[in-house]
């Protein structure tokens, strides 16, 4: 038995399925289905189950999962153990964000990160917030940056950065001409909703007034989508102002402040309170906090 073999049972368990944990793992179907073999024969037992499509563990499997995950964080926490006699930061460190996070908000910061610990390896855990908290508090990843409010009395939470939401249209769109709008106003366009997550939860709450005359032109799963769309003349969105930074700069889109409410998206970092954490991750906490000192995307006045 070795930690490739429990890495590749662990997943097979988790996924349901061969083909798509060779896939996290980097490996064909027949690697994992061999991997799954040698650990069958070592333990004596058939610790899966191949029922059509699907793979279930059998109550062998059961009891050996278990101690897999154990297993396995036990060796992430030595490697990290010894990576930290180091006097500076080396290791991998494990940071749970959800995709618009990362691609417009955390570029910077992993790029100065990298400059001052070129010997720590980032790895991302890209989720939507509840499932980052879940990961940090199972002690599966290091730190989340995730949307605040956060209600947990395990976690540690610091906010790091403030985002105006704005209304995004296109510049050939008639309210691209006003300083700032109304909801009442924005309700009568076309409506590009994101499929979930917090600007969803905004959407849904503040047009929930004028639910019978919307017309949901799209609803789309990416930040990047939504954009091309409003952009193309397809319908107007919300958006977190700094999420739309180069297509404002490139006169692709236009942001209009809401006049009669003042929505932001707060992001902060999180990490769990009872535990110390590794160097790469403490370096990384101190750094975003000591730029954060509440960053401000989009107008800081709006009309009202």
């Not at 106003?185 to 919307?214: C, M, N």
């Not at 397809?234 to 929505?263: H, M, N, P, T, Y």
């Amino acid at each position: 038995m070795d930690f490739d073999q429990l890495t590749t049972f662990v997943e097979v368990a988790k996924l349901g399925s061969f083909s798509r944990a060779g896939q996290k793992v980097f490996r064909s179907q027949s690697a994992v289905s061999a991997q799954i073999r040698q650990l069958e024969q070592e333990y004596g037992e058939k610790l899966l189950d191949r029922a059509g499509k699907s793979v279930r563990l059998t109550p062998a499997g059961e009891a050996l999962f278990e101690y897999a995950a154990r297993l396995l964080t036990l060796r992430n926490e030595s490697l990290r153990a010894v990576a930290d006699q180091a006097s500076t930061p080396r290791g991998v460190l494990v940071i749970g964000a959800n995709e618009a996070t990362c691609l417009y908000v955390l570029p910077d910061v992993f790029a100065e990160y990298h400059r001052l610990y070129p010997a720590v390896q980032i790895r991302i855990y890209r989720n939507f917030s509840r499932k980052i908290l879940q990961r940090v508090e199972e002690g599966s990843i290091d730190v989340g940056i995730v949307t605040l409010p956060v209600k947990s009395p395990s976690l540690k939470v610091f906010p790091i950065f403030r985002d105006r939401i704005m209304l995004m249209v296109s510049p050939q769109n008639p309210l691209a001409r006003q300083k700032a709008v109304r909801l009442s106003d924005v309700a009568e366009q076309p409506l590009i909703f994101p499929k979930t997550g917090f600007t969803r939860q905004l959407l849904d709450k503040h047009f929930r007034p004028y639910r019978s005359r919307l017309r949901v032109t799209m609803e789309l799963p990416s930040v990047g989508m939504i954009k091309r769309f409003v952009a193309a003349g397809l319908g107007v969105s919300l958006i977190s102002a700094s999420f739309a930074r180069e297509e404002v700069r490139a006169g692709e889109v236009k942001l209009i402040a809401l006049q009669d409410v003042d929505l932001w998206r707060v992001l902060g970092v999180v990490y769990r309170r009872d535990r110390s954490l590794p160097r790469a991750a403490a370096a990384f906490v101190a750094m975003i906090r000591q730029r954060a000192t509440i960053e401000t995307a989009g107008p800081r006045h709006h009309s009202g």
